[in-house]
């Protein structure tokens, strides 16, 4: 087998294995489902919030960054 087959199986089996983690653990949790599926929200909301913020952070970020090089090539070109 190769690395990427080996890398494919392991990558499935811990998706396989993870999500049975969660049915298990929701299945099993002393909480009622509404509140374990309001809980799950509430977590899923954060991550999305969480990586907005980083995605427009980093959108601000290379946007500075393009500015910088176009200011360098516009200088590099009035020195010409």
């Known amino acids: 087998m190769n690395v990427i087959s ?5 990558t499935l089996g811990l998706a396989v294995g ?3 983690g969660a049915v298990a ?3 099993l949790a002393p909480t009622s489902g509404k509140v374990n599926r309001e809980q799950i929200k509430a977590r899923l909301d954060e991550v999305m919030k969480a990586g907005e913020e980083a995605q427009h952070e980093r ?3 290379l946007q500075k960054y393009w500015e910088e090089q176009i200011e ?9």
Request: glycine share 4%; aromatic share 8%; hydrophobic share 35%.
């Open 6 to 10: 080996k890398t494919l199986k392991f």
């Open 18 to 20: 993870a999500g049975v």
């Open 25 to 27: 653990a929701m299945l």
């Open 59 to 61: 959108e601000r970020e």
């Open 72 to 80: 360098v090539k516009y200088e590099e070109e009035k020195k010409k």
